[in-house]
């Protein structure tokens, strides 16, 4: 590289900048439609109270009060994050006499729920 050439370089940048390499391979094409679903379920997931409820519920299928009783949050607070879940095909409710029993859909919610948690707690 010549002296003037170096002097005009930017600091960090890659002196085989104007190489070229060829691009990955793009992934497949979604539909649209599939990537907002997609960003709707991530969303649910998203509060602390929802994850700490999917955790819950990796254990077994548990009712209002028992979810009440392992996070120390207000009964109407996780109601509210029950609602969202459900509406977001997360959990599922199933009637026992006077009590619904929530449960997980199904295990995929969850392994993303794990994983990020697993992510986070490397990192610390």
Same mark, same amino acid.
């Given at each position: 590289?010549? $002296? $003037?050439? +170096?002097?005009?370089?930017?600091? /960090?940048?890659?002196?085989?900048? #104007?190489?070229?390499?060829?691009?990955?391979?793009? #992934?497949?094409?979604?539909?649209?439609?599939?990537? @907002?679903?997609? /960003?709707?379920?991530?969303?649910?997931?998203?509060?602390? !109270?929802?994850?700490?409820?999917?955790?819950?519920?990796?254990?077994?299928?548990?009712?209002?009060?028992?979810?009440?009783? $392992?996070?120390? !949050?207000?009964?109407?607070?996780? %109601?509210?994050?029950?609602?969202?879940?459900? %509406? @977001? /095909? !997360?959990? +599922? #409710?199933?009637?026992? /006499?006077? +009590?619904?029993?929530? %449960?997980?859909?199904?295990?995929?919610?969850?392994?993303?729920?794990?994983?990020? !948690?697993?992510?986070? +707690?490397?990192? %610390?």
């Amino acid at each position: 590289m010549s $002296a $003037a050439a +170096e002097t005009t370089r930017t600091p /960090g940048t890659d002196e085989h900048a #104007g190489e070229h390499h060829p691009a990955p391979a793009p #992934g497949p094409l979604r539909d649209p439609r599939t990537l @907002a679903a997609a /960003g709707d379920l991530l969303r649910a997931l998203a509060a602390p !109270v929802r994850i700490a409820i999917v955790l819950q519920l990796l254990e077994h299928a548990r009712c209002v009060h028992d979810l009440v009783d $392992a996070l120390g !949050v207000t009964q109407p607070l996780i %109601s509210q994050h029950l609602r969202v879940l459900k %509406s @977001a /095909g !997360v959990v +599922e #409710g199933e009637r026992k /006499g006077r +009590e619904v029993l929530y %449960s997980l859909v199904d295990d995929h919610l969850a392994h993303i729920v794990v994983d990020a !948690v697993a992510h986070v +707690e490397e990192d %610390s």
